[in-house]
Nanobody, 122 residues
Framework: QVQLVESGGGSVQAGGSLRVSCVVS????????MGWFRQGPGKEREFVAA????????RYADSVKGRFTISRDNAKNTVYLQMNSLKPEDTATYYC???????????????WGQGTQVTVSS
């Protein structure tokens, strides 16, 4: 069974930066595509970013493009989301997700983490 554990959330002022991490355990994960999603207060969960199995391809939601960077270290079974120029509207619980396919997707994932809270104050 694949398990995902996020860490690195916290509180920051607008314009600041945070990096959240996701450690993947279980069956070998280097063939999995990975994604980050978020759910803000009173909002539906939304796609943030995705990365393919090798890290050679990435995809971003328009709302975070140019500010967020997704990356992965397969030797450490870890996926990262570097968040810069944070805005109050980025406040949300951020979830890591894995899909049993090497290819990215903005919707279909098989395993999910418990989430880590990111709060951005103005």
């Amino acid at each position: 069974q694949v398990q995902l554990v996020e860490s690195g959330g916290g509180s920051v002022q607008a314009g600041g930066s945070l990096r959240v991490s996701c450690v993947v355990s279980g069956p070998p994960s280097r063939s999995y595509a990975m994604g980050w999603f978020r759910q803000g207060p009173g909002k539906e969960r939304e796609f943030v970013a995705a990365i393919n199995w090798s890290g050679g391809s990435t995809r971003y939601a328009d709302s975070v493009k140019g500010r967020f960077t997704i990356s992965r270290d397969n030797a450490k079974n870890t996926v990262y989301l570097q968040m810069n120029s944070l805005k109050p509207e980025d406040t949300a619980t951020y979830y890591c997700a894995a899909r049993t396919s090497p290819y990215m997707d903005s919707r279909r994932y098989d395993f999910w983490g418990q989430g880590t809270q990111v709060t951005v104050s103005s």
